[in-house]
């Protein structure tokens, strides 16, 4: 069984000789030609030029592309470099970069033309141009200062209810920088203030306070708030120290003693004088004290221990009256009112609108020097020229005439032989 099996097996394997294997027949693979790298080159050369072709067009129109947008941004940023660079025109030069471009860039300088409008007190056109540079700058962090720029130029053209509105709505945007949050909030804690609406400002100041972020825009705002009250008093100061000298003064009228000028101006006589009176244009040598209503010493003689001198045309109205009213040796003390002193201007430690009090002793007087009256030469004959030759001849002259004068005397007779000689 098993030698039937292997004589069986080669049978099986083999393959009829009527029955040919697939594939090419003896014959076809007997005329069959060899592999020819020529041939084949010429049937797929233009094949593959063709793909040649479409690659190096795809590379040449990309890089054409490219090239395009290189040139194209370089031009856009140099428009944006001679606008941003430019004194003259740069306001006409961002907006017509910001037409061409509708692009952050171009909101950018959209932006950029507001800001001077803005600065040349243009505010209804700045406020239109901040709003839409605003619009255009969607997700940059500009957007935030432009939407500021809005309202405040809103305000500054009158529209002050319309760019609080606006701030109040930037103060509450989330999607905005912080910093552009906190500034709407302080800028609308100024306004309060500026309107004397101290609800309105607290409740700015609470909402910066909520937030430890916002301590520098706290801390300005509450500085604000201390520098607005001390304007408030300065600008008032003039009206109450006038109100304060009037009261006081109206109380030193009704003294035993005080007396009252004609522009004015009270005084007491301390000590009478008994020395001449002083004139304008006098230099004066004086003793003084001087203090405010509320007895603050402003300026004291007396305190430096050495006596004051001036001329009387060279000091406040008050002093250049009282003082030629006073003879030497006395002591006033006067009250002068503001107008009549340092006025609204004030002086040093001496306040706008300061009624000031005197102590004051005239010590002396010294007249201004007179100069003598030189002869105008132009009213007066020339005096005639002379030269050293002229001089000669002159001195000569003198020196025969004399000569002559002493022989004429030594031919004349004497008193005596003359009368004798007579009779």
Do not use: C
């Not at 069984?1 to 003896?26: F, H, I, R, T, W």
């Not at 061409?100 to 209804?124: F, K, M, N």
């Not at 203090?291 to 004051?308: I, Q």
């Amino acid at each position: 069984m098993s030698s039937n099996d292997q004589n069986e097996d080669p049978k099986k394997n083999d393959v009829p000789e009527n029955e040919q294997a697939d594939g090419l027949s003896a014959e076809q693979a007997a005329e069959a030609r060899p592999y020819d790298e020529v041939e084949a080159w010429k049937k797929s050369k233009n094949a593959l030029f063709s793909v040649l072709g479409i690659i190096a067009l795809g590379v040449a129109i990309s890089s054409f592309y490219h090239n395009s947008q290189k040139e194209e941004a370089a031009e856009r940023s140099l428009r944006f470099l001679n606008a941003s660079l430019g004194d003259v025109g740069s306001e006409e030069k961002f907006l017509s970069f910001a037409e061409d471009y509708d692009d952050t860039l171009g909101g950018v300088a959209q932006y950029r033309a507001a800001s001077i409008q803005y600065g040349e007190g243009r505010y209804a056109e700045s406020a239109e141009n901040f709003l839409i540079a605003a619009k255009r700058l969607s997700g940059d962090p500009l957007r935030g200062r432009a939407r500021i720029g809005h309202a405040v130029s809103l305000m500054k053209d009158g529209k002050n209810e319309e760019g609080k509105s606006a701030l109040l709505v930037i103060a509450n945007d989330d999607t905005l920088l912080n910093v552009d949050r906190f500034e709407a909030r302080y800028l609308l804690g100024v306004e309060a203030l500026g309107a004397d609406n101290r609800e309105g400002y607290e409740a700015q100041r609470t909402a910066l306070g909520e937030d430890e972020k916002a301590a520098d825009y706290l801390s300005r705002l509450v500085e604000f708030e201390k520098l607005n009250r001390l304007y408030n008093q300065a600008e008032s100061l003039p009206d109450i120290n006038l109100a304060k000298g009037a009261e006081y003064l109206s109380e030193q009228r009704k003294r035993k003693g005080v007396k009252e000028t004609e522009s004015g101006i009270l005084y007491e006589v301390l000590k009478d004088g008994n020395g001449s009176l002083p004139v304008l244009t006098d230099e004066v040598e004086v003793h003084y004290h001087g203090t405010l209503v509320n007895g603050e010493v402003f300026d004291s003689s007396r305190d430096r221990g050495e006596p004051a001198k001036f001329r009387l045309n060279q000091v406040i109205a008050g002093w250049t009256e009282a003082l030629q009213l006073m003879k030497v040796g006395a002591k006033w003390k006067i009250f002068i009112p503001a107008d009549l002193a340092y006025g609204k201007n004030g002086s040093n430690s001496i306040g706008p609108n300061e009624t000031l009090t005197f102590e004051v002793e005239l010590l002396s007087i010294t007249p201004p020097i007179v100069e003598p009256e030189l002869p105008d030469l132009n009213d007066s004959e020339p005096l005639p020229a002379v030269f050293p030759e002229d001089s000669n001849e002159s001195a000569k002259a003198v020196a025969k005439e004399k000569s002559e004068q002493k022989k004429k005397d030594a031919t004349k007779p004497a008193k005596g032989q003359e009368s004798n000689a007579s009779k």
